[in-house]
Nanobody
Framework: QVQLVESGGGLVQAGGSLRLSCAASGRNFRNYGMGWFRQAPGKEREVVEGIRWSGGRSYYAESVKGRFTISRDNAANTVYLYMNSLKPEDTAVYYC????????????????WGQGTQVTVSS
């Protein structure tokens, strides 16, 4: 079992920055691929970034290219999402999933999910 708790969301003006954190507990965190998804009101959950257990990036969405960066600290059991140049369309609930096989193209098969943290970007 892996438990995931996101933090760091909030209200920010367009052009601003935020850092999201996802603290993991449970066994074998470092064996899992980690990611960030987001879900805006009325829209489907979409993958934003993914990172392998080794630290290599497994995915990023074109909409965040050059603005968002994922990283992980296996010693601290934490994964981060650095978000810069935020836009109003980035407003969403951001979720942190863990999956042994990095199955970000099929969220229904992802092993574990956090509860999410709200990010709101004002124009």
């Amino acid at each position: 079992q892996v438990q995931l708790v996101e933090s760091g969301g909030g209200l920010v003006q367009a052009g601003g920055s935020l850092r999201l954190s996802c603290a993991a507990s449970g066994r074998n965190f470092r064996n899992y691929g980690m990611g960030w998804f987001r879900q805006a009101p009325g829209k489907e959950r979409e993958v934003v970034e993914g990172i392998r257990w080794s630290g290599g990036r497994s995915y990023y969405a074109e909409s965040v290219k050059g603005r968002f960066t994922i990283s992980r600290d296996n010693a601290a059991n934490t994964v981060y999402l650095y978000m810069n140049s935020l836009k109003p369309e980035d407003t969403a609930v951001y979720y942190c999933p863990a999956d042994y096989e990095n199955r970000w193209n099929d969220p229904s098969r992802v092993d574990y999910w956090g509860q999410g943290t709200q990010v709101t970007v004002s124009s």
